[in-house]
């Protein structure tokens, strides 16, 4: 078994400007375990990311509750992610784990009382399980009342609209809809999404916009143009996540944590900002 290196991560710092309101949740964030190896076909894991170094980056953001996502090296083994939500607990954690088409029932049934909520779909590099196989996981996690978290380039949106109008179950739009590189706020794909938002089954999360923007921190202005369109259009439809710990860009261009959290601000009032960190995925995970 490969050692993995201890984190290095700052995990500490100055406190965010906005203040979170109780209940305050982080929707999107990796834990990397001590004893849990990558899979083939992910990427390898640079260095450990776990509970409580996790606990100490809520404790700064102001943070409650958390949303632990599969992370794309450990492909189709969910086993680090049921190990960190039995750690963190049901009151305070959900996840979202990778469920391939052929998952067995009674393994879904587990997973659920463990507090997994939603099965990822990926169509980018790494990605264990992709939109060709979205509507059948889809029909899988139905009767649990589980979403799925699917995430794409949203420059080749028209690619995947089909199948999300598909889509009969909760969806989230993952990572801000990812366009890769950034597109004016008033592109006909963003007219799209907001389109699917009116549906009612589709969320929308405002997560890691610094690996999509061109003008980057700390307000990345090109990213926050669509986020601020499609917050204003459906704010009961928008949840927040940290993506922490920042895996997807290499060390000189990891961002603040704090920063992450404070785009908020000037992207949505106080009381839409209560329903995109409290309300809203309360009402989606279950808390």
């Not at 399980?129 to 059948?136: A, G, K, S, Y």
């Not at 590189?181 to 938002?197: K, N, Q, S, T």
């Not at 990213?223 to 710990?245: D, F, L, Q, T, Y």
Request: proline share 9%; charged share 20%; glycine share 8%.
């Amino acid at each position: 078994m490969a050692l993995i290196p201890d984190n290095t991560r700052p995990l500490d710092g100055p406190k965010p400007a906005l203040a979170t309101p109780p209940g305050a949740t982080d929707c999107h964030i990796h834990l990397y375990l001590p004893g849990y190896e990558a899979q083939p076909g992910g990427p390898q894991i640079p260095e450990l990311a776990t509970v409580e170094h996790y606990r100490r980056v809520q404790e700064r953001l102001g943070l409650e509750r958390v949303v632990v996502t599969q992370p794309n090296a450990y492909q189709f083994d969910n086993s680090a992610l049921l190990e960190s939500l039995k750690i963190l607990g049901s009151s305070v954690a959900r996840g979202v784990a990778v469920v391939s088409p052929d998952t067995p029932v009674k393994k879904l049934e587990e997973w659920h009382a463990a507090g997994v909520r939603g099965a990822r779909i990926m169509n980018l590099p790494g990605g264990a399980v992709t939109t060709e196989q979205m509507h059948t996981v889809e029909r899988l996690i139905r009767p649990f009342g589980w979403h799925l978290m699917v995430q794409f380039n949203g420059v080749q949106l028209d690619d995947y609209l089909d199948g999300l109008h598909q889509i009969e179950s909760d969806y989230i739009i993952d990572h801000i809809g990812k366009f890769m590189p950034p597109v004016p706020a008033d592109d006909r794909r963003v007219d799209e999404i907001l389109r699917l938002l009116d549906r009612g089954n589709a969320w929308f999360k405002i997560c890691a916009g610094y690996e999509a923007s061109v003008t980057g921190g700390p307000h990345y202005e090109d990213i926050g143009a669509i986020a601020k369109r499609v917050i204003a259009h459906a704010p009961e439809r928008i949840i927040w996540g940290s993506n922490w710990p920042h895996v997807g860009v290499p060390r000189e261009q990891y961002p603040d944590d704090a920063e992450q959290l404070d785009v908020l601000l000037p992207w949505a009032s106080e009381p839409v900002r209560q329903k995109i960190l409290a309300e809203n995925p309360a009402r989606l995970y279950g808390f």
